[in-house]
């Protein structure tokens, strides 16, 4: 599948970008997600998500991870990386902050490339249908961003 992942305003060799292509291989293989499908990963600051958060979701907080999917039911404007309308199998974007992410890695005890990996996992469970609204699909997609993270990082059993 191809997978762009840019990194805008993190310290240069902060992020590596390996790891969070690997963790898309896995997700999307494990979803059944079209290897000829495309997605981005903006690795970027809290100013950038926030201000993301607040033009697409109406919140105006900085916030971990954000998913867009290519298309929005409901005609309003989306965000997306530059792609052209008629590009074919296109998955969705997925924004992390990884100001944030610094943060939380610390907060859980997590390396910063485990924690951009549970965010990855994240977003990209969403852009395949999980959903994290209602108590019970909170649960559900918890337990499979558990499942996933422990195929990569097993030492993480007990942790997650």
Request: contains cysteine; charged residues 30%.
């Amino acid at each position: 599948m191809p997978v762009s992942v840019l990194s805008r305003g993190a310290r240069r060799g902060l992020v590596k970008k390996r790891p969070v292509r690997h963790i898309i291989s896995v997700v999307s293989r494990e979803e059944g997600v079209d290897p000829l499908g495309e997605l981005n990963v903006l690795l970027t600051t809290d100013e950038e998500i926030q201000d993301l958060n607040c033009r697409f979701l109406g919140i105006d907080t900085a916030t971990d991870v954000i998913a867009f999917g290519h298309d929005d039911p409901e005609g309003g404007e989306t965000f997306r990386f530059a792609v052209p309308d008629d590009a074919p199998g296109i998955i969705g974007d997925v924004v992390i902050s990884v100001e944030t992410a610094v943060r939380q890695a610390e907060e859980n005890g997590l390396s910063l490339e485990q924690e951009l990996a549970l965010l990855t996992v994240h977003g990209v469970l969403h852009l395949v249908g999980y959903e994290d609204t209602a108590p019970a699909e909170k649960r559900k997609m918890r337990r499979r961003q558990r499942e996933i993270m422990l195929m990569v990082y097993p030492d993480l059993e007990g942790r997650l």
